[in-house]
């Protein structure tokens, strides 16, 4: 399938649930609406916040603060999660020690840790940026340690039979092994660094897109819930497409899906 035919493809979905969202809400099916307007809004409606937030301004105070709390949050829970991923694959007796606290850690609730950063962090930047790191550091960390694991016994008994020292190993053996695991976790980390962004927005904060939703939800506005969602959900693309641009720069040597059939 081509490039265009694909996009061509994206856009269709999006226009027809679009067209029977904005029919179903405000055309009457059998004497009723199928979608309350009151419940669900209406594309139209939405569309037309959008836009009041854009040309007023409004966005980009909250936009910004929650862009910069979402990368905070992607950058140092990705590094955490590299860095000690590594490490415990290299290290197995380490591993071995941690790794009922790894799972326990991973298994706690975020909702609940939540009211827990607020308390140690205030209500500012960093308790947003400690609920984004949990939640991204766990998805980096497992991918980049079973990426590490699952170099073949054979590749690096051969790169010992030709003199490579560990350091070696790791910079052309086990770093390559590990990168396509690791961008396959970047990718879903980026949504849940601007989930966990977010969703301390929206239990306590002044600013911020989780703020917009929350006080659109506070005075049944249902069309500023689902115009708040629309922004996230465009800005969570647009992060993941630089993601998408530093790994075909750095995974330039992988063969693509066609070399490979």
Do not use: C
């Given at each position: 399938?081509?490039?265009?035919?694909l996009l061509?493809?994206?856009?269709?979905?999006?226009?027809?649930?679009?067209?029977?969202?904005?029919?179903?809400?405000t055309?009457?099916?059998?004497?009723?609406?199928?979608?309350?307007?009151f419940?669900?809004?209406?594309?139209?409606?939405?569309?037309?916040?959008?836009?009041?937030?854009?040309?007023?301004?409004?966005?980009?105070?909250?936009?910004?603060?929650?862009?910069?709390?979402?990368?905070?949050?992607?950058?140092?829970?990705?590094?955490?999660?590299?860095?000690?991923?590594?490490?415990?694959?290299?290290?197995?007796?380490?591993?071995?020690?941690?790794?009922?606290?790894?799972k326990?850690?991973?298994?706690?609730?975020?909702?609940?840790l939540?009211?827990?950063?607020?308390?140690?962090?205030?209500?500012?930047?960093?308790?947003?940026?400690?609920?984004?790191?949990?939640?991204?550091?766990?998805?980096v960390?497992?991918?980049?340690?079973?990426?590490?694991?699952?170099?073949?016994?054979?590749?690096?008994?051969?790169?010992?039979m030709?003199?490579?020292?560990?350091?070696?190993?790791?910079?052309?053996?086990?770093?390559?092994?590990?990168?396509?695991?690791?961008f396959?976790?970047?990718?879903?980390?980026?949504?849940?660094?601007?989930?966990?962004?977010v969703?301390?927005?929206?239990?306590g904060?002044?600013?911020?897109?989780?703020?917009?939703?929350?006080?659109?939800?506070?005075?049944?506005?249902?069309?500023?819930v689902?115009?708040?969602?629309?922004?996230?959900?465009?800005?969570?693309?647009?992060?993941?497409?630089?993601?998408?641009?530093?790994?075909?720069?750095?995974?330039?040597?992988?063969?693509?899906?066609?070399?490979?059939?």
């Open positions: 399938m081509s490039r265009v035919t061509a493809l994206q856009v269709l979905v999006a226009v027809v649930t679009l067209v029977l969202w904005q029919v179903f809400s055309v009457p099916v059998f004497g009723k609406v199928l979608l309350p307007p419940f669900f809004s209406n594309p139209v409606d939405v569309f037309s916040q959008i836009v009041k937030w854009f040309s007023t301004g409004v966005i980009w105070k909250h936009l910004a603060i929650t862009l910069w709390e979402s990368i905070l949050a992607f950058v140092i829970g990705s590094a955490g999660g590299i860095l000690v991923g590594f490490w415990f694959a290299r290290q197995p007796r380490v591993a071995a020690v941690f790794d009922p606290y790894v326990m850690v991973n298994a706690l609730p975020r909702v609940v939540a009211p827990i950063f607020v308390l140690w962090f205030g209500l500012g930047v960093w308790s947003k940026v400690a609920l984004g790191v949990t939640l991204v550091f766990f998805i960390f497992f991918n980049v340690y079973q990426g590490v694991k699952e170099v073949p016994t054979t590749v690096l008994d051969n790169g010992r030709l003199g490579m020292n560990e350091r070696q190993l790791m910079r052309h053996v086990y770093w390559p092994s590990a990168l396509s695991w690791m396959s976790s970047l990718h879903t980390s980026v949504g849940f660094a601007v989930v966990g962004a969703v301390g927005e929206y239990l904060s002044a600013a911020g897109l989780g703020y917009l939703i929350q006080q659109a939800e506070g005075v049944f506005d249902v069309a500023g689902f115009a708040g969602m629309f922004v996230l959900s465009a800005f969570v693309i647009l992060i993941d497409m630089g993601v998408t641009a530093v790994e075909k720069r750095l995974l330039v040597w992988r063969p693509t899906a066609a070399a490979r059939d």
